[in-house]
């Protein structure tokens, strides 16, 4: 079991979405989140004062996959968040080794409780 | 009595009511911190209950009341809404029940104090700010109205023009505005950390109902429908207009992008600019009004305040008493006879003596109310001490004050 945690650009979120749904990936967590990367941020001005480097909104998502799920999923999140030929601030994957999963409503434990 | 001239100024009052609840209460509101926008609502809500009661059991005696002699202030023969009833005075308007007069004024007495939140918001302690206020009106705001609008005031007799308020609204607001944010100090971590405004959208809502309900302040202080009040109505409206577009413009020249915030502040310079002069100078003439208001109150607040460091958190003076002044003086220059045969001619109409009048209005009033106002300070803050503890600060006001807060992050 994997658990997967992508930063993407709020305006990609949809595209993701359809992407992951597409390979039969349809559970997810979804965030609205703050940060900053390569891209750095804007400058805001408010009545003369400049206001350098404020965080970015992102859309964070959380998703718990097992094994064979992976690949697809880390394909589909790619496909789905990268503008055009893929630019500064598209985001990035991170792919963690998740120990156990439960769903409270039934209490099953493991890779049965994920899907 | 006129039936047409009451209906106005009855709506006139309700008008000015406005601006401070909502109006003012969001446009201060969206500029501050979200840890703090519960204090500035509910400091223009108690505002309101405070100086309305205030007005009527005292406070309208002391502005409007007989004179005592010198010109100074009102006797309290009037306390209680004694001898203000139905019956018009003649002295201040001849044609509307002497009660209606009174509850228009009253809404201005309730804005004036309710301006200097901007001054020290995010950072004062809100028993002193009820003290503070209660005392501000009744020794800096009734005797100045008094001066300049009642029967026998000094500057009344001398022959100072003040149509809506310039003078004894906003300049006197702002210059204790400037005195307050220089005694009070600056907020935690200012200029060391970014200060953005939490909530534009309110911001802007605010000055658009601001902009709306000033047509009750100036149009309604011809206290009757008729002519003035549809010149002061236009001069209003094209003065504003004109200053809204002219900071947007420059801030675009100078910071390369028009901001919302910059056309609305612009906005706001311009109304306040033209208040005391809408009922004296022609359309034309009160669009240079709002396009130099705009010119010098950006100025003040983007150049000025950054330059000496002061710490007027929503920009009370460099709006307020800027503009308010300038407002003053250009009233001394494009006031003129042919629009308000009860006004007088400004220098550009022949009468450089107007000027000197409305040069000197701009000396007196702010040495007054800045002087009051130190006054009042230090007593308040040996009372009770003005300014909530650090770590108070640190929390917002909106818990630490008020024991509340404004947005809900979970269920």
Redesign the interface.
Same mark, same amino acid.
């Given at each position: 079991m994997k658990y997967i945690v992508a930063i993407i650009q709020p305006h990609r979120l949809d595209e993701v979405k359809q992407a992951l749904e597409a390979v039969e990936v349809n559970l997810m967590t979804v965030s609205n989140v703050l940060g900053q990367g390569r891209q750095k941020g804007f400058t805001?001005?408010?009545?003369?004062?400049?206001?350098v480097g404020?965080l970015l909104r992102k859309v964070r998502l959380d998703i718990a996959v097992n094994e064979d799920f992976v690949e697809p999923t880390i394909a589909a999140i790619n496909k789905g968040a990268r503008s055009g030929k893929g630019e500064v601030g598209d985001g990035k994957i991170f792919v963690l080794d998740l120990a156990d999963c439960v769903r409270i409503s039934s209490g099953e434990r493991g890779g049965i409780a994920i899907g | 009595m006129n039936t047409g001239d009451t209906a106005w100024v009855l709506i006139s009052a309700v008008l000015v009511l406005g601006m401070t609840i909502p109006g003012l209460a969001f446009f201060y509101g969206g500029l501050v911190r979200r840890k703090n926008v519960l204090s500035i609502l509910m400091q223009c809500f108690i505002i309101v209950c405070v100086i309305s009661l205030q007005w009527v059991l005292f406070g309208y005696s002391l502005a409007f009341g007989p004179d005592t002699g010198l010109g100074i202030i009102g006797s309290l023969k009037w306390a209680g809404l004694n001898f203000v009833g139905g019956q018009p005075n003649a002295d201040y308007a001849a044609t509307i029940p002497h009660q209606v007069f009174m509850i228009f004024q009253a809404m201005f007495a309730i804005i004036t104090p309710a301006l200097i939140i901007g001054a020290f918001a995010e950072r004062m302690k809100f028993s002193a700010f009820l003290i503070f206020t209660l005392l501000w009106a009744t020794l800096v705001y009734d005797p100045l109205a008094h001066w300049v609008w009642g029967m026998g005031g000094w500057l009344r007799n001398l022959g100072a023009l003040d149509f809506a308020g310039g003078i004894v609204v906003h300049v006197s607001s702002g210059i204790s505005a400037l005195t307050l944010a220089i005694l009070m100090g600056k907020r935690c971590g200012y200029a060391q950390q970014?200060?953005?405004?939490h909530n534009l959208p309110f911001t802007v809502l605010g000055v658009a109902l601001l902009w709306f309900g000033w047509f009750g302040f100036n149009a309604g202080s011809a206290l009757g429908a008729n002519e003035l009040a549809a010149n002061a109505f236009v001069t209003t409206h094209v003065a504003t207009a004109a200053a809204g577009l002219t900071w947007a413009l420059i801030?675009w020249y +100078? +910071?390369g992008?028009p901001?919302v915030?910059?056309a609305a *502040?612009g906005a706001v310079a311009g109304l306040v600019a033209i208040t005391p002069a809408c009922g004296f100078v022609n359309p034309m003439n009160a669009i240079f009004i709002g396009i130099l208001a705009a010119l010098f109150c950006?100025i003040a %607040? %983007?150049?000025i305040k *950054?330059k000496l460091g002061y710490d007027d958190s929503l920009?009370a003076f460099g709006v307020h008493g800027v503009g308010g002044a300038w407002g003053t003086l250009a009233t001394g220059l494009f006031a003129e006879k042919a629009v308000n045969a009860a006004g007088a001619d400004g220098l550009l109409f022949g009468n450089p003596h107007q000027f000197l009048i409305q040069f000197l209005l701009i000396i007196i009033a702010p040495i007054f109310a800045a002087g009051m106002t130190w006054i009042i300070f230090k007593a308040v803050d040996a009372l009770v001490g003005m300014r909530v503890e650090k770590k108070d600060e640190i929390v917002g006001l909106d818990l630490t004050q008020q024991s509340e807060s404004a947005y809900t992050v979970i269920e």
């Open positions: 805001e001005i408010y009545r003369g004062a400049k206001e404020g | 970014p200060f953005r405004p801030e +100078h +910071h992008a901001t915030l910059g *502040t950006f %607040v %983007v150049l *950054t920009d």
